[in-house]
């Protein structure tokens, strides 16, 4: 899901999740609007506070694999494996 859907699905989300991550609530709407990227150091804390629901993949759709490529594993195992079924 992308960063700005999570954020307008339910009011008050932008800043839940600016104080899970210890930033200020512009910085969370500027990444939502995408005038900012999320920087890379952030992207996990993210993925993590919206439960995965805004993962890696989907806040760095360019270059995720570069950064993290044990992830890129698991997800050649996810999709062979429902492939499959």
């Known amino acids: 899901m992308?960063?700005?859907?999570?954020?307008s699905a339910?009011?008050?989300r932008a800043a839940a999740l600016a104080r899970a991550l210890g930033v200020k609530p512009?910085?969370?709407?500027?990444w939502g609007s995408g005038a900012k990227p999320v920087p890379i150091e952030r992207c996990l804390a993210v993925e993590r506070a919206t439960d995965g629901l805004v993962s890696r993949q989907d806040?760095?759709?360019?270059d995720w694999w570069v950064m993290w490529p044990e992830f890129q594993a698991t997800q050649a195992i996810t999709t062979?494996?429902?492939s499959n079924a």
């Open 59 to 62: 806040l760095r759709p360019k």
């Open 2 to 7: 992308r960063l700005s859907t999570y954020l």
């Open 80 to 82: 062979t494996e429902a």
């Open 26 to 30: 512009v910085v969370v709407s500027r």
């Open 10 to 12: 339910e009011r008050g």
